[in-house]
């Protein structure tokens, strides 16, 4: 199994549940609050590392009190970290609101240090992309250190998983450095346009992808699971029913991560898309961000036992 290299930012999760948000100028009385790490290239390479790949995570980080919990999370995860401290910026923090009756999330993402990735910070990780099964990528840190890990990984004969998240105007040059590219429905309505409300809508706006130069487009669908789309195929991979939903803050990058892992253990693309669904449906199950994320063991039961049921 060769290694999972991913870029992305660190930032430390606040998270907050309540009724509802509160209005502008309105103060609402929270009914938890919990403080742990996040950030979605962090994220998923917990993801990914509990999903049994070896991880190789790119950042910067402050040298403070949030960045000593991004070592610690990394140190406890078996993640090799190639994290630059900076000593004149902070470490990022992210603001998530919780509703307590849903599960459903709102996020402020603050990316401090992370913010300051630039090419050069990949450059010093071509040898680790060079050995890599698995380059990951997304768009919280600035997109030229995100194109240049592309690149980088297109160079070496890497398979890449770009994550456009979130969403944002994008030059149409970078599509064709994408093995595959992961929008939810969100993402993949504000890269294409075309609005979605059902599958169809999904696999139109995933040809619009293909079109621009994707190999091949997984448009992350919520409860509905994801949808596998290439040139070739479109097959939809369900989610899992694990129980009451408690938070959902965290399940694209598990989704992620856990495609990757799969990816890089050499295992089919729609295998990997249901390996990540099953990552996905257990972590929105628990709260927090990367905590929620389950183990290898705990995948491979429900992914067992489904293939048993049906």
């Not at 998983?161 to 993402?187: H, K, Q, S, W």
């Not at 295992?267 to 249901?274: F, I, K, L, M, T």
Request: hydrophobic share 45%; net charge negative; proline share 5%.
């Amino acid at each position: 199994m060769k290694s999972v290299v991913i870029l992305g930012i660190y930032v430390t999760d606040l998270a907050f549940r309540a009724q509802r948000m509160p209005l502008l100028g309105e103060t609402v009385a929270g009914s938890a609050f919990k403080m742990g790490p996040g950030g979605k290239g962090s994220n998923q390479a917990v993801a990914a590392a509990r999903a049994g790949a070896d991880v190789i995570f790119c950042t910067r980080i402050g040298a403070d009190a949030f960045g000593d919990i991004a070592l610690a999370t990394w140190s406890a995860e078996g993640i090799t970290s190639r994290a630059t401290v900076m000593n004149d910026v902070a470490t990022g923090a992210a603001h998530i609101y919780v509703d307590e009756n849903t599960g459903g999330n709102a996020i402020i993402v603050a990316a401090g240090a992370a913010g300051a990735l630039a090419p050069e910070d990949v450059d010093a990780i071509e040898e680790d992309i060079a050995r890599a099964g698995v380059f990951v990528t997304q768009l919280e840190q600035p997109i030229p250190a995100a194109r240049r890990g592309l690149e980088l990984a297109r160079k070496h004969g890497v398979t890449t998983v770009f994550n456009p998240a979130p969403a944002m105007p994008l030059t149409d040059d970078i599509y064709p450095l994408c093995d595959y590219i992961t929008p939810n429905e969100t993402e993949a309505t504000a890269l294409t346009g075309v609005a979605i409300a059902n599958i169809d809508d999904a696999r139109r706006a995933a040809d619009v992808l293909l079109t621009k130069g994707a190999r091949a487009v997984i448009v992350t669908l919520g409860e509905a699971g994801a949808l596998l789309h290439t040139p070739n195929e479109s097959t939809l991979v369900p989610a899992f029913d694990c129980g009451r939903v408690v938070e959902t803050a965290g399940a694209g990058d598990g989704f992620t991560g856990g495609f990757a892992a799969a990816l890089a253990r050499g295992e089919s693309p729609v295998d990997a898309v249901r390996f990540g669904c099953a990552l996905a449906s257990i972590s929105v199950t628990r709260p927090g961000t990367a905590p929620s994320m389950p183990r290898l063991d705990e995948i491979n039961a429900l992914l067992a036992e489904r293939s048993v049921t049906q």
